[in-house]
C-alpha cells in the first residue's frame, strides 16, 4: 500500500501545475478599454494584462508589428506613425501563446479629437493704410477689409451694421462715415466663426485742407440760375440748384430745416411747400460746414399773377371721368378727378369744406362713405374753387343715385372700357372682387399659390406676356415678367423708390399699378405707405450705395429695399440730386384701401374658391387632367364595388348596407381627392371633383327614392323594347319572391 502512495506521489509531482491554469490577455490604453485623448498633444501608454502567456505579438496602424515584451509598457507620442488623426481613431491589437502553444488575442481604440477651428482674422484698412489715415476736408477716401476662416462679420463703429467677408466702400463727405474736423471717425469690423472673434479698426481724421483761402467753405444758391430775388409767373415752375466747397456737411434752414447733401437740385411746382403766393414770396437759404466755418447763401422767390389773359386760374372736376350728371346704380361706386391751372391754392366747398391739392383723384367712392356719396333722393355735388392769389376759377359735378332696373346700363359707373393694347381691360373683365391680388410675392418667398396664378393670369392676359404659365408657382417666366412690367410702368413703381432697375418684387406700387388697370379705377396709397416710401427714397439719398457689398443699411438676410430685393451691389439703386421725392397720389381726401397683410414674409391665405376654376392653358395638359380624374373615378367604383362585396353578403335584408358601403367609399375617396388635389396643387382636378362628390352625395340621400325610380326606368324600357304579349320579370323581384 505504501508503495502506491508513493507512486501517486511522484506522478502528480511529474505534471506541470501550469497546465491547469487559464490563459488571459487584456490590453489597455493608459489603463482603459477604449481611450478618448483629451488634446491633440497627449502621450498614451498601452500596456498588458495577462495570464500565463509566454510570448506577445502587437499590431496597429503606420505599419506598427512587433514583439510585446510581458510586462512591458509601450508609449505612443504624437507624431508617431501610430498616432491617431485629428478627429480620427488608432485601433491596437496584441496577440499571445502560452507554453502549451494556445492563443489569445485583445484590442483597445485610441480616439483623437478634432482638430480646433482656425481663428477668424481680420484686416481693415483705409486708402490702403492700417491709420490713423487724415483726409483733406473736401476729399473723399477708401475703405476696405478682408477676413479669413470666418462666417460672418459685422460694423460696430460708425454704425452697426452686418457686412460681408471682404469689401470696399468709397466715403463722400456729409455721409455718416465721413470725419469733421477734430471729430475723427473709427471704423470697427468684427468677424466671427461662431466662436472666436477678431476685430480690426482704423481712424479716420479731417484737417482744415490747405492752399490759400481753399479751407473756407463756400455754398452758392440760386433759383432758375440766377442769384438774388427771382420771379415767376403764377402757375409756373422753377428749379432751384446749390453747390458747395470745401464742406463737409449743408443745412437748409428755410423754408424747411433739413439736412441736404452738398450739392443738388429740385423742382418746385403749384402746390408745393416752397411754392410762393401773391405777396407771400419765399426764401430758400442753405449753410454749409467744415466744421469749423460756416459758409450761407440764399434765393428769394416770388410769384406774379400771370398776363397775356393766360394767367388766369382754371380747374376741371370731374367723376368717373365725365363732366356729369353722373349716374350711379345703387352700390356702383365712382371716381373723382380734379386738374387746375395757373392756381396757386385749391378748397373743396361741397359736400365738405377741405383745402386740396391743385390737382388729384379721390379714393374709390362707395355707399359707406356719406358725406360723398348721393342717395336717391339727393344728388351729391362736388365743388372746387382754384386761385391764383387775385382771381378765382370754381367747377362742379353731380353725382345722382338711381334704382337698379332691367337689364338696361346706367352711365357712370366707370364699367364698360373696349380699349384694347398694354394694360387695358377687356369688356366685362371687372372683378367683383377689386383689388385683384392682396399679397406681397417674390420669387425667394412662400407665395400663396393662389395669389400667385392670379398675378400670372394678369401677366399673360392683361398684359401679353405669352411666356407665362398659370401653374401657380413664382417661377423664373413670372420674375422675370414682373421685371417687364416694371419697366412699362418704371415711372410709376420704381422712380417713386429711387430705383432704375426692376427689383421683381410684387410690393406697394407694383401690387397697386396691377389693381388698377385690373379694375379700372385708381388704388390710393395709404399715408403710412407713402412715408414708407418716401423714407425710403431719403434713405438711399443719404450717400451713395457702397460697392463690393457693403452698405450701411443690410438686415439679415441682405441688403433689402423697399419694392425689391436688391443685389449685394446695389444695383437698381438710383441716386438723386432732388430732396423732391415724387408719389403717384396726390389727393388729400384719404380713405385708406385695406391691403390685408399677415405671415411672417407678407403672404395671406385665400379661399378655396379662387382656385376652383384655374385650368391649364393648352389642350394637352387640359386631356392629360381629365384623364386623371376619369382614372381616380374608375378606382374609387371599382374600390366601393370590392368593398360591399367584402362586408357585406348579396342578401335582401343587406341591401342598404351594401349600397352605404359602396357610396360612402366613393364619397370619401372622392373628398380626399379634392383635399389632395389643393395641398399638390392639380387645381384642375378641383372643379370635376366637387361636381362629382356633391353628386355622390345627392344619390346617397336619395336612396329612398331609387325603388320607384327603378320602376319608372323599367316601365319606360318595357314599353319601349319589350316584346308584344310579354312578361318582364325583375330578377331581384324574382328572388324575393322565392
Not at 497627449?42 to 496602424?61: E, K, M, R, Y
Request: net charge negative; aromatic share 8%; with cysteine.
Amino acid at each position: 500500500m505504501t508503495t502506491i502512495l508513493m507512486a501517486i506521489v511522484v506522478i502528480c509531482t511529474s505534471i506541470p501545475f501550469s497546465a491547469f491554469a487559464a490563459l488571459s490577455v487584456d490590453l489597455k490604453a493608459n489603463g482603459q478599454d477604449s481611450l478618448t485623448l483629451a488634446n491633440s498633444t497627449s502621450s498614451f501608454d498601452i500596456t498588458l494584462n495577462q495570464t500565463d502567456a509566454v510570448s506577445c505579438q502587437i499590431t496597429g496602424p503606420g505599419g506598427l508589428s512587433s514583439g510585446f515584451a510581458i510586462g512591458s509598457t509601450m508609449t505612443i507620442a504624437p507624431g508617431s506613425p501610430s498616432y491617431p488623426a485629428a478627429g480620427g481613431s488608432s485601433t491596437f491589437t496584441i496577440g499571445c501563446l502560452d507554453a502549451g502553444g494556445a492563443s489569445l488575442t485583445d484590442s483597445v481604440t485610441v480616439n483623437a479629437p478634432a482638430a480646433p477651428a482656425a481663428a477668424p482674422t481680420i484686416d481693415l484698412k483705409a486708402n490702403g493704410s492700417d491709420g490713423p489715415v487724415t483726409v483733406t476736408s473736401g476729399s473723399a477716401y477708401t475703405y476696405t477689409w478682408t477676413s479669413s476662416n470666418a462666417t460672418a462679420c459685422q460694423t460696430s463703429s460708425p454704425v452697426t451694421s452686418g457686412v460681408t467677408l471682404a469689401g470696399s466702400g468709397t466715403v463722400n463727405p456729409g455721409d455718416p462715415f465721413y470725419p469733421a474736423v477734430g471729430s475723427p471717425v473709427t471704423i470697427t469690423i468684427t468677424c466671427t466663426n461662431g466662436s472666436q472673434n477678431a476685430t480690426d479698426s482704423v481712424v479716420i481724421n479731417l484737417s482744415p485742407g490747405g492752399g490759400g483761402g481753399g479751407s473756407t467753405p463756400t455754398i452758392d444758391v440760386k433759383a432758375n440760375g440766377q442769384d438774388g430775388t427771382v420771379t415767376v409767373t403764377s402757375g409756373s415752375s422753377y428749379t432751384y440748384t446749390w453747390v458747395s466747397g470745401n464742406a463737409t456737411a449743408c443745412q437748409m434752414s428755410s423754408p424747411v430745416t433739413s439736412g441736404v447733401s452738398l450739392s443738388g437740385s429740385g423742382v418746385v411746382n403749384p402746390g408745393d411747400p416752397f411754392y410762393p403766393s401773391i405777396g407771400n414770396p419765399v426764401t430758400i437759404t442753405i449753410t454749409c460746414t467744415d466744421g469749423t466755418q460756416n459758409a450761407t447763401d440764399s434765393v428769394i422767390v416770388q410769384l406774379t399773377p400771370g398776363g397775356g389773359g393766360g394767367g388766369s386760374p382754371t380747374v376741371d372736376v370731374k367723376a368717373n371721368g365725365s363732366d356729369g350728371p353722373v349716374v350711379l346704380q345703387v352700390g356702383q361706386t365712382y371716381v373723382y378727378t380734379w386738374v387746375s391751372g395757373n392756381a396757386t391754392a385749391c378748397q373743396m366747398s361741397s359736400p365738405v369744406t377741405s383745402g386740396v391739392a391743385l390737382s388729384g383723384t379721390s379714393v374709390t367712392i362707395d355707399s359707406s362713405n356719406t358725406a360723398f356719396y348721393p342717395t336717391l333722393s339727393a344728388p351729391v355735388t362736388i365743388t372746387i374753387t382754384c386761385t391764383n392769389g387775385s382771381q378765382n376759377a370754381t367747377d362742379s359735378v353731380v353725382i345722382q343715385l338711381v334704382n337698379n332696373g332691367g337689364g338696361g346700363g346706367g352711365g357712370g359707373g366707370g364699367g364698360s372700357s373696349s380699349s384694347s393694347g398694354r394694360g387695358s381691360v377687356l369688356p366685362g373683365a371687372i372683378s367683383a372682387e377689386c383689388p385683384w391680388i392682396h399679397d406681397y410675392m417674390r420669387i425667394d418667398f412662400n407665395n400663396d399659390p393662389i395669389e400667385v396664378a392670379k398675378l400670372q393670369a394678369f401677366l399673360k392676359v392683361f398684359m401679353g406676356y405669352d411666356y407665362v404659365t398659370v401653374n401657380g408657382v413664382f417661377d423664373q417666366a413670372t420674375w422675370t415678367a414682373v421685371g417687364a412690367f416694371q419697366m412699362a410702368y418704371r415711372d410709376e413703381i420704381l422712380t417713386p423708390w429711387g430705383h432704375t432697375a426692376p427689383t421683381h418684387y410684387v410690393y406697394i406700387l407694383t401690387l397697386k399699378k396691377v389693381n388698377e388697370i385690373f379694375c379700372q379705377q385708381i388704388i390710393p396709397l395709404t399715408p403710412d405707405q407713402q412715408n414708407e416710401i418716401v423714407a425710403f427714397r431719403n434713405l438711399i439719398n443719404i450717400g451713395p450705395a457702397r460697392s463690393s457689398g457693403q452698405s450701411g443699411f443690410y438686415s439679415k438676410e441682405g441688403f433689402i429695399s423697399k419694392e425689391g430685393y436688391i443685389s449685394g451691389d446695389g444695383s437698381g439703386l438710383g441716386t438723386a440730386s432732388s430732396t423732391t421725392t415724387v408719389i403717384p397720389q396726390t389727393s388729400t381726401t384719404t380713405v385708406p384701401v385695406e391691403v390685408p397683410i399677415t405671415g411672417n414674409k407678407g403672404q395671406i391665405s385665400t379661399g378655396l374658391a379662387a382656385a376652383l376654376f384655374t385650368f391649364p392653358d393648352n389642350l394637352k395638359d387640359n386631356m392629360l387632367c381629365l384623364f386623371e380624374f376619369a382614372l381616380i373615378l374608375i378606382v374609387l367604383y371599382i374600390l366601393g364595388s370590392v368593398l360591399k362585396d367584402v362586408l357585406y353578403s348579396d342578401l335582401p335584408e343587406n341591401a342598404v348596407k351594401r349600397f352605404l358601403a359602396k357610396w360612402i367609399t366613393i364619397s370619401l375617396g372622392l373628398l380626399l381627392t379634392l383635399i389632395g388635389a389643393y395641398l399638390l396643387k392639380e387645381f384642375c382636378l378641383l372643379l370635376p371633383t366637387l361636381i362629382a362628390l356633391v353628386a355622390s352625395l345627392l344619390w346617397m340621400s336619395f336612396y329612398p327614392k331609387h325603388d320607384s325610380m327603378r320602376s319608372t326606368t323599367k316601365s319606360w324600357t318595357t314599353w319601349n323594347k319589350g316584346p308584344a304579349g310579354a312578361t318582364v320579370v325583375d330578377k331581384k323581384e324574382e328572388r324575393k319572391a322565392a
